[in-house]
């Protein structure tokens, strides 16, 4: 089975309920982020990024909330769904260059 | 359009062997990387290429050696596989045009080394 994620922390959630994700990120002069969904044996899915000059970005079901004060990212989840169980992480990149930093992710378990 | 595909998806190696990781990408990209991922770690970056005939090490680049073949494809070789690259691999791909570049994975590779 998949053993990458032994020890992330993790968030459980009643399905239906809003889910709330934290990431803090590293370097003061990244000024553009990810959110990846990483489900159980696969690879990273692209959810949704946001570039430094804004605060908020909304898609389907998912807001992304960046902090540029406390270098703090967000992500929420609305109406969560046992598909959305998965480990979350973000990545951080100063554009331009081809540094991608990755958070080690949080798992979200989804409680029928 | 598959994305990013990766072969094989599980290998089992002995201390010594070599072996290559294949990638290969559908979406006209430019850029493409090869990550390791560990437990309770981020992805680290082994190696990447910026443009086809172009390659540079990333983080932790040390027993791999890579091939950008062409645009599509870019693989990467263990010479002499050791029991701490014991791992699962993503390869990536970008856009590269050097704006907000957001990298698709493929499915991984999972690798042990006996």
């Known amino acids: 089975g998949e053993s990458v994620g032994l020890h992330l922390p993790t968030l459980s959630v009643q399905e239906g309920d809003n889910s709330i994700i934290n990431c803090a990120y590293s370097?003061?002069?990244?000024?553009?982020f990810i959110w990846y969904k990483q489900e159980s044996g696969k690879g990273p899915q692209f959810i949704i990024d946001i570039r430094s000059n804004m605060d908020k970005r909304q898609g389907q079901r998912v807001t992304v909330l960046l902090n540029k004060t406390v270098k703090h990212l967000s992500l929420q989840i609305a109406a969560t769904q046992p598909g959305d169980s998965a480990v979350y992480f973000c990545?951080?990149?100063?554009?331009?260059?081809?540094?991608?930093?990755f958070g080690t992710g949080t798992r979200l378990k989804v409680l029928a | 359009n598959a994305g990013v595909t990766q072969t094989p998806k599980f290998q089992v190696l002995k201390t010594g062997q070599s072996m290559t990781l294949q990638c290969a990408q559908d979406m006209n990209h430019n850029s493409m990387y090869w990550y390791r991922q560990d437990p309770g770690m981020g992805l680290r970056l082994i190696y990447y290429?910026?443009?086809?005939?172009?390659?540079d090490k990333g983080e932790v680049p040390n027993g791999y050696n890579v091939s950008r073949l062409n645009k599509r494809e870019f693989s990467l070789r263990l010479e002499s596989a050791a029991p701490s690259q014991t791992s699962v691999y993503f390869c990536?791909?970008?856009?590269?045009?050097?704006?907000?570049?957001?990298?698709?994975f493929g499915p991984g590779t999972r690798l042990t080394v006996l």
């Open positions: 290429s910026a443009s086809e005939g172009t390659t």
């Open positions: 990536a791909s970008s856009p590269g045009l050097g704006l907000t570049d957001t990298q698709y």
């Open positions: 370097n003061s002069a990244s000024d553009y």
């Open positions: 990545a951080e990149n100063i554009v331009g260059t081809y540094k991608y930093i």
